[in-house]
């Protein structure tokens, strides 16, 4: 018979409310629309992750982005896994230690997200400051202008004047000032928000103690182990990684970076796997 355990319990309540609170609760507050929204984006920005070079960056970021959500189904299928796995987990580990085991993955996986986002922003910021100390031509700025590989198009005029008046002393200034521009936006160009990263972990967590451990997954009409089952999934997140579709939203350095830190945790409590 399914059991709702404490901590379970509590994590559901903080996401939910976390969710309700700029969904519902900001909006009734500001009875303009207009003011509405930007209190909510501000809720967002405040607690989402943000890079590390961003102006925005919080370090509390690194654990308060585990309980926002950008959408109802993307709270609903998080706190789908949380609930599905979070009780079994909780009552091998006892209380405090899931505790710890969910709130390490949830800051693990936003570090190694932002790890993964490094790679692509520093060379890009370091870049842009080589720029601003040394001097720059309009090619530079064109090179710069597609390393940036976002929506930028209101930044085209002005490297359009550059271009045509590249040693006119105002499209020159404008110019340093679309550099500096780029890189802020750059660095606030992806923000984190979701409980995904804990989750994995969850998931990898209760595959670790019981990799034996059969199910039955609605669509297939045979049991399958749940070290079988996780494995998939880890390697359809390492490959979608990888890949980079422009067109795929989903964060999945964090999903990785769940399970990478769950088997840390794991291992440094010297967890021992239950082959059964």
Same mark, same amino acid.
């Given at each position: 018979?399914?059991?709702?355990t404490?901590?379970v319990?509590?994590?559901?309540?903080?996401?939910?409310?976390?969710?309700?609170?700029?969904?519902? /609760?900001?909006?009734?507050?500001?009875?303009s629309?207009?003011?509405?929204?930007?209190?909510?984006?501000?809720?967002?920005?405040?607690?989402?992750?943000?890079?590390?070079?961003?102006?925005?960056?919080?370090?509390?970021?690194?654990?308060?982005?585990?309980?926002?959500?950008?959408?109802?189904?993307?709270?609903?299928?998080?706190?789908?896994?949380?609930?599905?796995i979070?009780?079994?987990?909780?009552s091998?580990?006892?209380?405090?230690?899931?505790?710890?085991?969910?709130?390490?993955?949830?800051?693990?996986?936003?570090?190694?997200?932002?790890?993964?986002?490094?790679?692509?922003?520093?060379?890009?910021?370091?870049?842009?400051?080589?720029?601003?100390?040394?001097?720059?031509?309009?090619?530079?700025?064109?090179?710069?202008?597609?390393?940036?590989?976002?929506?930028?198009?209101?930044?085209?005029?002005?490297?359009?004047?550059?271009?045509n008046?590249?040693?006119?002393?105002?499209?020159?200034?404008?110019?340093?000032?679309?550099v500096?521009?780029?890189?802020?936006?750059?660095?606030?160009?992806?923000?984190?928000?979701?409980?995904?990263?804990?989750? /994995?972990?969850?998931?990898?967590?209760?595959?670790?103690?019981?990799?034996?451990?059969?199910?039955n997954?609605?669509?297939?009409p045979?049991?399958?182990?749940?070290?079988?089952?996780?494995?998939i999934?880890?390697?359809?997140?390492?490959?979608?990684?990888?890949?980079?579709?422009?067109?795929?939203?989903?964060?999945?350095?964090?999903?990785?970076?769940?399970?990478?830190?769950?088997?840390?945790?794991?291992?440094?409590?010297?967890?021992?796997?239950?082959?059964?």
């Amino acid at each position: 018979m399914f059991r709702m355990t404490p901590i379970v319990k509590n994590l559901l309540i903080i996401n939910v409310v976390m969710f309700i609170i700029p969904k519902f /609760f900001l909006p009734i507050i500001h009875s303009s629309g207009f003011m509405a929204e930007i209190a909510i984006r501000q809720f967002d920005q405040y607690f989402g992750l943000h890079f590390f070079l961003s102006d925005r960056f919080i370090p509390t970021q690194i654990l308060t982005y585990a309980f926002l959500h950008q959408d109802f189904n993307h709270l609903l299928y998080n706190m789908i896994g949380l609930v599905m796995i979070g009780p079994l987990l909780e009552s091998v580990l006892g209380p405090k230690k899931f505790l710890w085991y969910y709130l390490g993955t949830a800051i693990g996986a936003g570090v190694v997200y932002s790890l993964a986002q490094a790679v692509e922003i520093v060379p890009f910021v370091n870049h842009a400051r080589a720029m601003m100390e040394h001097g720059f031509d309009p090619a530079d700025l064109r090179l710069l202008y597609h390393e940036f590989d976002g929506n930028g198009t209101q930044f085209l005029p002005v490297l359009d004047d550059f271009e045509n008046f590249p040693h006119e002393e105002f499209t020159r200034q404008r110019a340093a000032a679309l550099v500096r521009s780029l890189m802020k936006a750059k660095t606030e160009q992806h923000l984190l928000m979701g409980a995904s990263g804990s989750v /994995f972990g969850l998931m990898f967590g209760l595959t670790y103690m019981y990799p034996n451990r059969e199910v039955n997954l609605f669509f297939i009409p045979i049991p399958i182990r749940l070290v079988v089952i996780v494995g998939i999934f880890v390697a359809i997140e390492i490959y979608s990684g990888f890949r980079n579709s422009a067109n795929d939203h989903v964060s999945h350095a964090t999903h990785i970076g769940g399970v990478l830190i769950g088997f840390l945790i794991m291992r440094f409590w010297k967890i021992k796997s239950r082959h059964y």
